[in-house]
């Protein structure tokens, strides 16, 4: 369930898989939990990002990974209502609703979800 691209390793390094390199240790990296509601409105926004750009083979591969991220995140929380939350938190605030709502359109509009 954890990201495919990525391997977390010992010593707070992480492993490309596909690249076979480490990201440098001095290069900022952001994990996003697939509990917290404000994880979908950032990826969403990195895909839609990527969508507005010109055709080329990383962005397209970026954008097919990042959906499946979005998809992944997606299903869990509709499938974990009660552990979804922001941050920490395991509570809906006001407004994350609309998020997972947000979220679900968009995956329809990419053909993630057919119904």
């Known amino acids: 369930m ?3 691209k990525y391997k977390a ?5 992480f492993w490309h ?3 076979r390199y ?6 900022p990296v952001m994990v996003l939990r ?3 509601v404000a994880s979908l409105a950032a990826i969403m926004a990195y895909v839609e990002i990527l969508m507005g750009m010109e055709g080329h083979p990383t962005v397209d591969s970026h954008i097919e990974s990042s959906t ?10 509709k ?3 009660d552990k979804a939350g922001v941050g920490c938190s395991q509570k809906h605030h006001s407004g994350s609703e609309k998020i997972i709502i947000r979220a679900g359109e968009l995956l329809k509009e990419l053909g993630f979800i057919t119904k």
């Not at 390793?9 to 390094?13: A, E, F, Q």
């Open 22 to 27: 480490f990201i440098e240790a001095s290069e």
């Open 17 to 19: 898989r596909e690249g």
């Open 68 to 77: 499946e991220r979005l998809f992944t995140f997606y299903n869990y929380q």
């Open 79 to 81: 499938n974990n209502a």
């Open 34 to 36: 697939g509990k917290d």
């Open 2 to 4: 954890n990201d495919p």
């Open 9 to 13: 390793c010992k010593g707070d390094k």
